[in-house]
């Protein structure tokens, strides 16, 4: 996560959408930068609405506005599947080595995920709390360009992103029949990609 004090900005870091380059260029100009803990680093709306947001508030007087990037879901359960089939992670409970990209899509749908499979939710991590905080900003994975505009001129910076964290490159398919089962199960979050401009 990212924070912008003087331009009421958090960037908020969904897994699996290239927010760690974004944050290695811009640790510098960022006024708070967390990376460490995961369960920090990766705070979805509700995190940040209970912990961060009440910090700014109550001492600074101060609401943020939040930005995050999604990526296309498909596209996102491929980046987890690929980042779990690193070499070190063989023989390992979160691994997805044995395991076909179906098999771990169908994983991914049940109610009780087997670990390898529990990645969380793009759609919950953006979800909107009660008191209306929500992301006032959303970017696509896929359109690069359009997120690095809104970050140079919010910010007055000029851009130079390195990859980081880069899950292996394999080729992936999905079958007609998981991916047709797959969009209706989650509907609601190829809605909101659908939605972001």
Do not use: C
């Given at each position: 996560m990212l924070v912008f004090f003087k331009e009421r900005l958090a960037f908020l870091s969904v897994p699996?959408?290239?927010?760690?380059?974004?944050?290695?260029?811009?640790?510098?100009?960022?006024?708070?930068?967390?990376?460490?803990?995961?369960?920090?680093?990766?705070?979805?709306?509700?995190?940040?609405?209970?912990?961060?947001?009440?910090?700014?508030?109550?001492v600074c007087d101060a609401e943020l506005?939040?930005?995050?990037?999604?990526?296309?879901?498909?596209?996102?359960?491929g980046s987890w599947y690929r980042y779990r089939q690193r070499p070190f992670m063989k023989g390992k409970p979160n691994s997805t080595h044995g395991i076909s990209f179906d098999e771990f899509v169908l994983a991914y749908m049940k109610g009780n995920k087997p670990g390898f499979a529990d990645v969380g939710s793009q759609l919950?991590?953006?979800?909107?709390?009660?008191?209306?905080?929500?992301?006032?900003?959303?970017?696509?994975?896929?359109?690069?360009?359009?997120?690095?505009?809104?970050?140079?001129?919010?910010?007055?910076?000029?851009l130079d992103l390195k990859r980081e964290n880069v899950s292996p490159a394999i080729p992936l398919s999905l079958s007609p029949d998981v991916e047709r089962r797959f969009k209706r199960k989650f509907a609601e979050e190829f809605a909101l990609y659908a939605s972001i401009d």
């Open positions: 699996k959408t290239g927010t760690t380059a974004y944050e290695a260029a811009l640790a510098p100009r960022a006024d708070m930068v967390i990376t460490e803990p995961p369960m920090l680093k990766h705070a979805p709306v509700y995190r940040y609405n209970r912990f961060i947001r009440p910090m700014f508030l109550k506005e939040l930005m995050a990037v999604m990526r296309e879901p498909v596209s996102w359960l919950n991590f953006m979800k909107a709390q009660p008191n209306g905080t929500g992301i006032t900003h959303y970017f696509r994975y896929e359109d690069q360009s359009r997120l690095q505009q809104f970050l140079s001129d919010r910010l007055d910076v000029s």
